[in-house]
């Protein structure tokens, strides 16, 4: 099929689009600005601008052929509530939703049978412990009222189009917004319970959320209104004692009200909120939950320390897997992809050609500063992954998977590295401000480097 996914570059897009390339699928996206889609989105996709989504309807172009829709669009809610704010939350939802309703029901280029729109487990509002299933009445405040409108906007759609609608609760993932919030007191071993922590957390791993929209997608017994959250809900005392035992201590003291309001401001309403809700009707139809316990989950976020930064992305090449593997299995070839600002050269290698324990020595600038860096492979599988880990260098741990994927005629090139700089604590913050910056910069060129290699 040619799916037409919107948001398609956000955290859930990403990776929604990666497995509908996978399934054989076919993916158009909306996007505000088409030239950086590239960069942003580095998939067979074909782009199409949507620029005024809250005023125009989307281009005509976009529609060709497609198949179904899967509408993830929808600005932040996690940055300070100003009107400002609060009215680009409700535009981004509820208008590019009607806008969205009224090309398909107009335009005439597409055979759309299926649309997939989301929506939030806010539309219950903050309810103590009362358990939420689709069936529901929607609640008060601010983001319940901005689904109520959301999910209303999709009632002028043409009733041969089968609808679905996905209310997502707090996803969890190593890259999730959710997971780098509370990391920062997490890591420094001063995360507590909020105001006293009795508020129930709808949440959903990132891994389930995106087979929810596929199985939606590919399944026609899928219809109506589904909460898009794990079997297992806790409170956030529940929660936090979780992620405190996975870091190694116990919870610190609960973080009164009134401080999450003097910082949050009203966005401190959707930290308190009480939602309980369960995926009545996933279970119902015996969805299969890869995480539906808390632990698991955030098992797997920190699968190896909570003291650790993680940095990943991705690249589609039209070249097949061989050719890929070849230029990696060089050495030397990661100077022709590393910015020339870190003047990075490979000085030796302990065997002729690379295999598992290679030891491969470096040398680099950071910031004018010479350093030496010595990296090991510690399994090497080519055409399909190996991973580098550092034994000595500039970084308390630095540990680099590089894994290739055949995808739609060409290959997925992944990295994933997980890495802690020195200083301890301090370190840690540094890492949230200035390392971060840095590894991003230097994937970023590395991948425009392989681009136009």
Known sequence: MRILVTGATGLVGKKLCIQLLKNGHQVNVLTRNVSSVKKRLPLPVTAFKWEKTDTVKPPVEAFEGVDAVIHLMGETIASKWTDQTKARIYKSRVDSTKLMTKAINSYSNHNIKTFISTSAVGFYGSRGNEILSENSSSGRGFLADVCIDWEEALEELKSSVRLCVVRVGVVIDKAAHFMSEIGTPLKNKVLGPLAGGSNYVSWIHLEDLVNIYVTALENKNYKGTYNGTAPDTLTNKEMTKVLCEKGGYKPRPSVPKIVLRLILGEMSTMALASINARPKRLLEENFSFKYSNFSDAIDEVYSRSVYEEYFETFLWLDKPIEEMATFFSDPYNLEKITPPWLNFKVTKMSTPEIKENTLIDYKLKLKGIPLSWQTRILDWNLPHYFTDNQDKGPYDVWH???????????????????????????????ANWYVKSDVSKIFSYRTEAIQKL
Do not use: E
Request: glycine share 12%; hydrophobic share 40%; no cysteine.
């Open 400 to 430: 680099h998977r590089h894994t290739f994927t055949p995808l739609a005629g060409g290959t997925l090139m992944t990295d994933q590295v997980h890495y802690k700089v020195p200083v301890g604590q301090l370190g840690a913050l540094a």
